[in-house]
């Protein structure tokens, strides 16, 4: 069945250095995947997505990469800064037929140190 | 604009009970997702609605329904509680007009069953 996996499950680096989050999906038929941070007590929030149809998107310092080949997509973060902490998630999904249903990853729990 | 309300935010209900959550998505948006959020489950899709349909539903029991009404406001129901229905609810809205994929998320509801 669908099924999206995310690692690592962890993550601690130093305020400054850069973070990677890898998601691989099983789906071939996705098409859309997004990355929600989600803050303690708080809702996921979407940061970034990205379609099928181009391999890199970037935002400031967020940007995410995308290998249809392999079904992999991955976060990366930038000259991480303490308010970057949180448990970030990957999803994906197919858009073009009647659902909007997301398949998320398992969650990864990044901790900045200052 | 507003962004996604849920209500009740905290809810505590004995094993039985029923109990209804309540989501108004963001202005102009016709579409409202259900997920489920456990430790350890992650997040999982329940439902959706679009126009007051029903257009997809994940593998949860029947004892969770939903529906939606004419202004997009939607309520999620669960029926004779168990304790393994401990979560945090949460909804997405979308636009669903051409072109757009993203999902807009609320802060949740967290019930607790005892």
């Known amino acids: 069945g669908e099924n999206v996996e995310q690692h690592p499950s962890t993550l601690s680096v130093q305020e400054g250095d850069s973070a990677v989050i890898k998601c691989t999906y099983s789906?071939?038929?996705?098409?859309?995947f997004p990355w929600y941070k989600q803050e303690l007590g708080k809702g996921p929030q979407l940061i970034i997505d990205?379609?099928?149809?181009?391999g890199e998107k970037k935002d400031q310092r967020i940007a995410v990469t995308l290998n249809k080949t392999a079904k992999h997509f991955s976060l990366h973060i930038t000259e991480t800064q303490p308010e970057d902490s949180a448990v970030y998630f990957c999803?994906?999904?197919?858009?073009?037929?009647?659902?909007?249903?997301?398949?998320f990853g398992t969650g990864t729990l990044l901790a900045v140190q200052p | 604009k507003a962004g996604v309300t849920q209500t009740p935010r905290y809810l505590i209900k004995t094993r039985g009970q029923q109990v209804t959550l309540s989501c108004s998505p963001i202005?102009?948006?016709?579409?409202v997702s259900w997920y489920q959020q456990t430790p350890g489950q992650g997040l999982q899709f329940l439902f959706e609605?679009?126009?007051?349909?029903?257009?997809n539903k994940g593998n949860f029991p029947g004892r969770f329904s939903g529906r939606q009404f004419s202004n997009s406001r939607s309520e999620m129901n669960v029926s004779t509680l168990e304790l393994g229905d401990s979560a945090l609810y949460l909804c997405?809205?979308?636009?669903?007009?051409?072109?757009?994929?993203?999902?807009?998320f609320g802060p949740g509801t967290r019930l607790t069953v005892t």
């Open positions: 997405a809205s979308s636009y669903t007009g051409t072109g757009s994929y993203e999902q807009y």
């Open positions: 789906d071939s038929a996705s098409n859309y």
């Open positions: 990205i379609r099928s149809n181009v």
């Open positions: 999803a994906a999904a197919y858009y073009g037929g009647a659902t909007n249903k997301l398949i």
């Open positions: 202005s102009g948006h016709r579409s």
């Open positions: 609605y679009f126009s007051e349909t029903q257009r």
